[in-house]
């Protein structure tokens, strides 16, 4: 059976009923370039101005698991990490170089039969998002 997340008795104790977001950035050439070096993903879209302004994404582009990364961040230290069961994001737009992101997310729905409390998360660039998705919580620490 599932909770209305919006009414009161569905906050889950020790989750926060409004989640308080996160900003990172501007986005760094280094930013890009530590976190390919910590992946092993040197793919020339994310350090060679000149292949990625070919290839017709008008410059360099953060690969999409960094922003997956500070968005799982969130979550974990937003709820803490015993409580994850899953996450799931999709890329749905490119973030570049200055980009200020904006990460986050909201309690979608409480499921007290299954124990769960889903969150659906976004990243987003000036309002528009770049990565959405969604984790799935034990209501229960372990």
Same mark, same amino acid.
């Given at each position: 059976m599932s909770a209305d997340p919006s009414t009161e008795d569905a906050v889950v104790d020790n989750f926060p009923a409004a989640p308080v977001p996160r900003t990172? @950035?501007? $986005? &760094?050439? /280094?930013?890009?370039?530590r976190f390919a070096g910590a992946g092993g993903d040197f793919n020339?879209?994310?350090h060679d101005p000149g292949f990625a302004a070919e290839a017709g994404l008008?410059?360099?582009?953060a690969?999409?698991?960094?922003?997956?990364?500070?968005?799982? @961040?969130? $979550? &974990?230290? /937003?709820?803490?990490?015993?409580r994850l069961r899953s996450f799931e994001v999709r890329f749905t737009a490119p973030v570049r170089i200055g980009d200020v992101l904006e990460i986050g997310g909201t309690i979608s729905d409480v499921d007290d039969d299954a124990g769960t409390t889903?969150?659906?998360l976004s990243v987003q660039v000036g309002g528009s998002?770049?990565?959405?998705?969604?984790?799935?919580?034990r209501n229960e620490p372990v």
């Amino acid at each position: 059976m599932s909770a209305d997340p919006s009414t009161e008795d569905a906050v889950v104790d020790n989750f926060p009923a409004a989640p308080v977001p996160r900003t990172f @950035g501007p $986005v &760094t050439q /280094t930013d890009i370039v530590r976190f390919a070096g910590a992946g092993g993903d040197f793919n020339p879209l994310h350090h060679d101005p000149g292949f990625a302004a070919e290839a017709g994404l008008g410059g360099i582009v953060a690969m999409g698991q960094f922003q997956a990364a500070l968005l799982a @961040g969130w $979550v &974990t230290d /937003t709820f803490g990490i015993t409580r994850l069961r899953s996450f799931e994001v999709r890329f749905t737009a490119p973030v570049r170089i200055g980009d200020v992101l904006e990460i986050g997310g909201t309690i979608s729905d409480v499921d007290d039969d299954a124990g769960t409390t889903t969150l659906a998360l976004s990243v987003q660039v000036g309002g528009s998002p770049v990565v959405t998705g969604t984790a799935v919580l034990r209501n229960e620490p372990v």
